[in-house]
């Protein structure tokens, strides 16, 4: 099915920042805009619900699950989420079947997927190697894509403190240059040895 003008239905005030995040994609990798709407056309719309995920009479009431339902007889796709977090990745995976290409047509067909697992992270430690802003973002844009959830940093450690704070000037001047000495360490382990002999 191929789209030259979408309505988005607007069917859940709860899911306002999974609608704006919805927009501003779609209009970003397509180059097409949504009309948003309160009420259902004839055809050629995306809605967006949180409800009950359903898989051969039976709900499916994993958390972040969601069923992708797209119907070229009547120009319309559906996402609907078992929560806000569901109808997320329902969005990628549309916008994943939609490629980057503005005349993509969309196969017809219906996807229901959920997570096997709760924990789906990535581990970012800027406090010993630092990124800046833009790369932080291409990577959480990045996560979204791969559906995962969790996105564990290390913005402080004592090798590498980047927080100013007044009254410990030291934290700053003096911390962020601390580093492993290999001498210190075989002077260490020389005392240790040393002491246990005694």
Not at 43 to 63: A, C, H, K, N
Request: net charge negative.
């Amino acid at each position: 099915m191929q789209f030259t003008q979408i309505v988005l239905i607007l069917s859940n005030h709860s899911m306002t920042i999974q609608y704006s995040y919805f927009l501003i994609v779609f209009e970003a990798r397509l180059g097409k805009e949504l009309v948003e709407s309160a009420d259902k056309p004839d055809s050629q719309f995306i809605s967006l619900l949180v409800g009950d995920v359903i898989l051969d009479d039976e709900v499916i009431d994993t958390p972040e699950g969601y069923h992708l339902s797209a119907s070229a007889a009547t120009d319309e796709i559906t996402i609907v989420g078992n929560d806000a977090a569901g109808v997320m990745y329902g969005c990628q995976t549309l916008f994943s079947m939609m490629g980057s290409d503005s005349n993509q047509i969309v196969p017809s067909g219906d996807v229901i997927d959920y997570p096997r697992f709760p924990y789906r992270g990535m581990h970012l430690d800027i406090s010993r190697n630092f990124h800046g802003m833009d790369e932080i973002t291409r990577l959480i844009h990045g996560m979204s894509m791969f559906k995962m959830n969790k996105l564990h940093m290390h913005l402080t450690d004592d090798e590498g403190w980047r927080l100013e704070i007044p009254g410990l000037p030291e934290l700053t001047e003096v911390k962020y240059l601390c580093s492993f000495v290999l001498n210190e360490v075989i002077f260490m382990m020389m005392l240790e040895i040393r002491y246990k002999k005694w």
